[in-house]
């Protein structure tokens, strides 16, 4: 073995010269969220298991990991330049965002679970809220619109139409932050006018943990779409090396799929069901 292949075959590089880079940050993410659902969810169970101080704080600082964790990921993934092979780099991204919503799906997946035993008993459980109201359609109306804004913001890019790109994925940025400012006066108007909180029942937990879950993915995405606009502006993005747009648009369209499943099950279905 001469001293080139010594090079390529170290610690953080591969047998063909590409440079291999293991992140820490979606460990730390994972073990933020294991300690802030183990925490809530005991907190919820009540004070019969353990004290609710130390319970608080081991949701907490799972929050903290959480976020730490996500913001270090998408430094490294949108900010940061580790890949210099654009067909790695996307396969890497592609790849890497395919398995999260899988998994993404099954955390979903619990919580429309949780639903449905709460519908098997009498319905509703409880007095229900407005749900069906014109903040949730316009909501919904956005985040669709928002979906078809970032697809004609990637069609542009792949044209070569930089300005157009920009221009669209700017008004996608928009509408998201509408979105979850949407989402927060709804909840402000739930709990402050119709005395709906978390605590008012089985329906109340399955609609804030659904909702507040979506709401945490689309605070995500938001902060992902501004970190390639960011980019975007400096001409990091051209039609051979986009990447990260790609990525980024496959996880919107995601969140976007979700909400409608979301608005079908949870507010219509609780209405008309």
């Known amino acids: 073995m001469d001293g080139t292949d010594v090079a390529t075959t170290g610690d953080h590089g591969s047998s063909d010269g590409h440079h291999e880079h293991r992140s820490r940050w979606p460990i730390v993410a994972a073990v ?3 300690a802030l659902y183990a925490g ?3 907190l919820l169970a009540g004070e019969s298991l353990l004290p609710r101080l130390p319970l608080g704080a081991v949701a907490a600082v799972g929050g903290l990991l959480l976020v730490v964790g996500l913001v270090g990921w998408t430094y490294e993934a949108f900010v940061a330049d580790y890949w210099t ?3 790695d780099r996307s396969r890497l991204y592609v790849g890497g965002m395919v398995l999260f ?3 993404d799906v099954a955390t979903f997946a619990a919580g429309f679970v949780y639903y449905a035993f709460i519908r098997v008993g009498p319905w509703p459980p409880s007095e ?3 749900l069906l109201g014109s903040l949730v359609l316009v909501n919904t109306l956005i ?3 928002s979906s078809g804004t970032i697809h004609r913001s990637h069609g542009a890019l792949e044209e070569g139409n930089r300005k157009r790109f920009i221009r669209w994925l700017a008004v996608t940025v928009a509408l998201g932050v509408v979105f979850v400012g949407g989402q ?3 909840y402000y108007e739930f709990v402050t006018h119709e005395s709906f909180t978390l605590s008012g029942g089985v329906f109340a937990s399955a609609f804030y943990g659904l909702t507040g879950l979506h709401g945490l993915h689309v605070t995500l995405g938001v902060v992902l779409l501004a970190s390639i606009l960011v980019r975007a502006l400096r001409g990091q993005y051209t039609e051979g090396r986009d990447a990260g747009v790609r990525t980024v ?4 369209h995601f969140v976007d799929v979700v909400w409608l499943f979301l608005v079908v099950v949870l507010y219509v279905g609780a209405v008309v069901g």
């Open 128 to 130: 229900l809220p407005p």
């Open 101 to 103: 919503l899988v998994s």
């Open 40 to 42: 809530v969810g005991l």
């Open 32 to 34: 933020g969220a294991a």
């Open 249 to 252: 648009a496959l996880y919107w």
């Open 85 to 87: 092979e654009q067909t």
């Open 184 to 186: 927060a006066l709804e």
């Open 143 to 145: 985040l669709v619109v």
